[in-house]
């Protein structure tokens, strides 16, 4: 059960008018990487927890409150939106290229939304359910939130670079250091995690039944050896179970596939003409 507070977690209120930026801080609310993703990534993986405890906890308290960044940032583009938008697009036709690169506002706000945020990224794409990962398997499901949270912050940071707006800049510096912490948090879960069950998944998949000979074997498949010089070339490997071999002209282990004619109902080429 959820219970909606009115007040915000945090200001979201610019200090003018910007359809153009309203249409840039779309993609971290409904973008791959926004805040509506890694809301309901986070609430769909802590519903799905089948072991009560501290994790299925921590992933709800995160979850809920991605939600309140949502609201956030829903605010921070109406109010981005109001009285902006005849005004910006005249503004961005003046100079053709910046009308090429930034098509002037996202004319949804306009005709769908009434002024109002859109659960679209920056390019008007629709916000999709295919983005949510949610496995069943907490330590997988970590290190995705890792990559989430990496990856919102490094768009937040570069929309912060991307105006001068002391209120924009006020509430993604909020935004920014809330994403420090929940990286830091899923590096301590995920570190607790590898500690139980080692640092492959699924750690419960008997080794016995994996083609063990191809374990631990870097193969370059690509012209050079730079990639020989990496850690992931040589020495224990990572999981502590094996050594990692470098192996530089990586051979076929199977013949070639020849595959069997078609019925031919099917129409397809003859053999003989290919």
């Known amino acids: 059960m959820f219970f909606h ?10 200090d003018r008018p910007d359809a153009v930026y309203a249409k840039k801080l779309q993609e ?11 809301a309901l990534q986070y609430l769909f993986q802590g519903w799905g927890t089948r072991c009560p405890g501290k994790y299925k906890d921590m992933i709800l308290d995160i979850g809920t409150e991605e939600l309140a960044h949502v609201e956030m940032l829903a605010t921070m583009i109406g109010r981005l939106l109001d009285n902006a938008p005849l005004k910006e697009q005249e503004e961005a036709a003046k100079n053709p290229v910046i009308e090429a690169i930034l ?8 005709i769908v939304s009434g002024l109002g945020a859109l659960p679209v ?8 359910g295919g983005y949510i990962i949610a496995s069943g398997n907490l330590l997988a499901d ?14 937040a940071v570069r929309l ?22 929940h990286q830091n948090q899923w590096l301590a879960a995920i570190a607790e995690l590898e500690d139980k069950e080692g640092k492959t998944v699924p750690s419960t998949f008997p080794m016995n039944l994996e ?3 191809f374990s631990y074997k870097f193969m370059n498949l690509s012209r050079g050896e730079e990639s020989a010089q990496g850690r992931w070339a040589s020495g224990p490997s990572m999981d502590g179970k094996g050594v990692f071999e470098y192996v530089q002209y990586p051979q076929p282990h199977a013949p070639k596939p020849v ?11 003859p053999p003989g003409d290919c």
């Open 28 to 38: 971290i609310l409904g973008g791959q990487f926004g805040e509506i993703s890694v």
């Open 142 to 155: 970590f290190r995705a939130n890792l990559n989430s949270e990496s990856q919102g912050r490094l768009q």
């Open 121 to 128: 990224n920056s390019a008007g794409v629709p916000w999709n």
């Open 103 to 110: 098509g002037g506002m996202n004319p949804q706000h306009a």
């Open 160 to 181: 912060y670079e991307a105006t001068d707006d002391r209120g924009v800049k006020d509430m993604l510096s909020f935004l920014i250091a809330r994403d420090r912490m």
């Open 259 to 269: 595959p069997r004619p078609a019925p031919p109902e099917f129409h397809d080429t």
């Open 211 to 213: 083609a063990q000979q």
């Open 5 to 14: 507070i009115k007040e915000l977690q945090y200001n979201a209120k610019p």
